[in-house]
């Protein structure tokens, strides 16, 4: 009996711990491309034959905690800015990636965000890279210089977004 008593006191602690802390039920990394999907693709043409690509991408659910009787859940969004050459040569990239938490039909956080960059060529240098969280959205900036001989040629300012709406729906 009163192996009986300590296991109902255990059963219920453990029911009392569970609705009240939230739950990992789910997690999925947003470090690998095969997590995200393909939401929109814009392609615009440059002078000199080069091309911008400006895609942006949507995790799988990333992670659910339970809290209550709520389910809240996070997904990633990615905003990808890519300079290549006629041939496809990437020339440069600058990746901004949001983090959202949502509560479906109810309220979308965007809680953190990062940027990463990287150039193929040497002529081109980055500055003034950013990144950051309003509400429901990520924003990220920078500045690509293209400079011969500490003459810039060209300058292309970054200033991207990954939105989400509070049924989990990233732009």
């Known amino acids: 009996m009163k192996k009986l ?70 997904k990633t969004g990615v905003s990808e800015v890519t300079r290549h050459e006629s041939d496809g040569t990437i020339i440069w990239q600058y990746t ?9 039909g109810i309220s979308c956080t965007c809680y953190n965000a990062i940027y990463s960059q990287y150039s193929n060529n040497s002529s081109w240098n980055f500055s003034n890279g950013a990144a950051s969280c309003i509400d429901n959205a990520a924003y990220g900036q920078g500045t690509f210089k293209y ?3 500490l003459i810039t040629f060209q300058t292309v300012n970054i200033d991207v977004r990954v939105m989400c709406d509070i049924n989990g729906n990233i732009s």
């Open 147 to 149: 400079k011969l001989l």
């Open 96 to 104: 901004l990636t949001g983090y959202f938490e949502i509560n479906p």
């Open 5 to 74: 008593l300590i296991f109902i006191c255990f059963l219920a602690m453990s029911l009392i711990t569970i609705l009240s802390e939230p739950i990992n039920v789910n997690a999925v990394s947003s470090s690998s491309s095969d997590d995200l999907v393909l939401i929109s693709e814009e392609t615009t043409y440059n002078y000199d034959t080069s091309y911008i690509k400006i895609k942006v991408y949507s995790s799988s659910l990333n992670l659910i905690k339970i809290y209550n009787t709520n389910r809240v859940y996070t």
